[in-house]
């Protein structure tokens, strides 16, 4: 196909791409633009600015670009300098590669806008779909770790605490605190999504409004509602919106929680399915492929270390994004554009994680009952009991008198002394 970009685009691919990360990856982001581009013709065009042969042309071309794969169009790497400059540019070229009709990629396309406040604004919008996406994935993993537990509530085990022994407790404790800690934090999140739509389109580069007028500014959040059918408005300080990423690094700590929760779960399925001889074995795990190259037949557990490497990728994205708060200066924090593009990164991985963790491994998660059952007559449980009945200050006395496992061995056989 040949290049609807022009010499903007050509220059940010020469001077500042660096990281092999495209802007072609992110679909999500480029809808988000592509839409925030036609609400600005729209509006341009409703305050006398854009006549109605140009705002016709670009609105076509965005929605041409939301109806057909273009990604071969938007080469720059998303991680360049200048605060995201090329990405805006890139959009603008394309566009007014599409609509013709001596459309201009500045001059018209970019109309009444600046980077900042085209970028601001289209990252939070492809960041509440993609949340929204993410909160059905998890939901989904909720209901089957909760049928789970169900299933396993009936049979006993026992608990460990600092890896020893503990109390006896139904097979599906970990199974619950699993789904009751996602359950709570995929509320939060929910809740969160519509801090995303507080945004500063209209206001140009610094907040001032300057470059855009008045005529623009009461038109554009009608026209991005109806293009975008968010309820969009504007952040309560523009000057705010520029200077400080406050809402991506909350909405980044929501992430990081909920892919440290799925990650210390997948560590328990590592512990609880260990074995087959020699590890704990009170879980089985679905064989989805072959775990080793070199032993036949080993069933590991791959993809819940899939989760637990996803975890790691997402943490460290997340300190990115919280050092790009501080990373402000004065007037404008030019590095927003790299904190959303890792936040978009990090949710996409997670939702993907967690889809793949959901049916290839949860879903297919078998109990051994007569291992736990075993477990639960373990010594510790009885000892707990005891100690319920008489107190903890008369079971010591009897454990200095005889040693723990003549205690234990007495207690069984009845014959320890009366406290």
């Known amino acids: 196909m040949i290049a609807l970009y022009g010499e903007q685009t050509r220059l940010t691919l020469e001077n500042m791409s660096f990281s092999g990360v495209r802007l072609a990856e992110f679909p999500s982001?480029?809808?988000?633009?592509?839409?925030?581009?036609?609400?600005?013709?729209?509006?341009?065009?409703?305050?006398?600015?854009?006549?109605?042969?140009?705002?016709?042309?670009?609105?076509?071309?965005?929605?041409?670009?939301?109806?057909?794969?273009?990604s071969e169009q938007f080469p720059v790497d998303v991680f360049h300098g200048g605060g995201?400059?090329?990405?805006?540019?890139?959009?603008?070229?394309?566009?007014?590669?599409?609509?013709?009709?001596?459309?201009?990629?500045?001059?018209?396309?970019?109309?009444?806008?600046?980077?900042?406040?085209?970028?601001?604004?289209?990252?939070?919008?492809?960041?509440?779909?993609?949340?929204?996406?993410?909160?059905?994935?998890?939901?989904?993993?909720?209901?089957?770790?909760?049928?789970?537990?169900?299933?396993?509530?009936?049979?006993?085990?026992?608990?460990?605490?600092?890896?020893?022994?503990?109390?006896?407790?139904?097979?599906?404790?970990?199974?619950?605190?699993?789904?009751?800690?996602?359950?709570e934090q995929l509320e939060l999140l929910e809740d969160y999504k519509d801090t995303l739509c507080k945004v500063n389109l209209g206001w140009t580069v610094i907040g001032s409004g300057t470059g855009a007028s008045d005529g623009y500014r009461r038109h554009i959040m009608e026209a991005l509602r109806e293009v975008t059918e968010h309820p969009f408005s504007w952040k309560k300080s523009a000057y705010q919106a520029a200077q400080y990423t406050e809402d991506l690094s909350v909405l980044s700590v929501y992430i990081r929680i909920i892919s440290s929760i799925l990650a210390k779960f997948a560590r328990d399925i590592r512990l609880l399915a260990s074995g087959p001889e020699t590890g704990l074995g009170e879980w089985r795990i679905p064989a989805v492929q072959a775990g080793s190259s070199f032993f036949p037949g080993k069933v590991n557990p791959v993809i819940a270390e899939m989760v637990i490497q996803c975890d790691m990728l997402i943490g460290g994205n997340d300190s990115v994004i919280q050092n790009v708060?501080?990373?402000?200066?004065?007037?404008?924090?030019?590095?927003?554009?790299?904190?959303?593009?890792?936040?978009?990164?990090?949710?996409?991985?997670?939702?993907?994680?967690?889809?793949?963790?959901?049916?290839?491994?949860?879903?297919?998660?078998?109990?051994?009952?007569?291992?736990?059952?075993?477990?639960?007559?373990?010594?510790?449980?009885?000892?707990?009991?005891?100690?319920?009945?008489?107190?903890?200050?008369?079971?010591?006395?009897?454990?200095?008198?005889?040693?723990?496992?003549?205690?234990?061995?007495?207690?069984?056989?009845?014959?320890?002394?009366?406290?």
Request: charge should be negative; charged fraction near 25%.
């Open 84 to 183: 995201g400059i090329g990405t805006n540019m890139n959009m603008n070229e394309v566009i007014a590669g599409l609509a013709g009709h001596g459309v201009q990629s500045v001059d018209d396309v970019n109309m009444s806008q600046s980077t900042s406040d085209v970028c601001h604004t289209a990252l939070r919008l492809c960041l509440s779909r993609e949340a929204g996406s993410l909160v059905k994935v998890i939901g989904s993993l909720i209901r089957t770790a909760e049928e789970k537990s169900e299933a396993f509530h009936p049979h006993p085990t026992i608990a460990r605490t600092c890896w020893q022994d503990g109390m006896s407790v139904p097979a599906d404790a970990v199974l619950k605190g699993f789904a009751d800690a996602l359950s």
């Open 325 to 419: 708060l501080a990373q402000g200066e004065v007037h404008l924090n030019v590095w927003e554009d790299m904190a959303g593009f890792l936040l978009v990164q990090n949710i996409m991985r997670l939702s993907k994680a967690a889809d793949l963790f959901h049916r290839n491994c949860v879903s297919g998660l078998e109990l051994n009952v007569e291992t736990g059952v075993g477990y639960s007559r373990a010594s510790i449980p009885l000892i707990v009991r005891y100690k319920e009945k008489y107190g903890y200050k008369k079971l010591a006395v009897q454990v200095k008198k005889y040693g723990f496992e003549e205690t234990v061995l007495r207690i069984r056989k009845g014959e320890l002394d009366q406290p």
């Open 29 to 70: 982001y480029l809808t988000a633009l592509a839409q925030v581009k036609k609400a600005c013709a729209i509006a341009n065009h409703r305050a006398g600015l854009l006549d109605d042969e140009k705002k016709e042309a670009i609105c076509q071309a965005c929605d041409e670009l939301l109806q057909h794969d273009y």
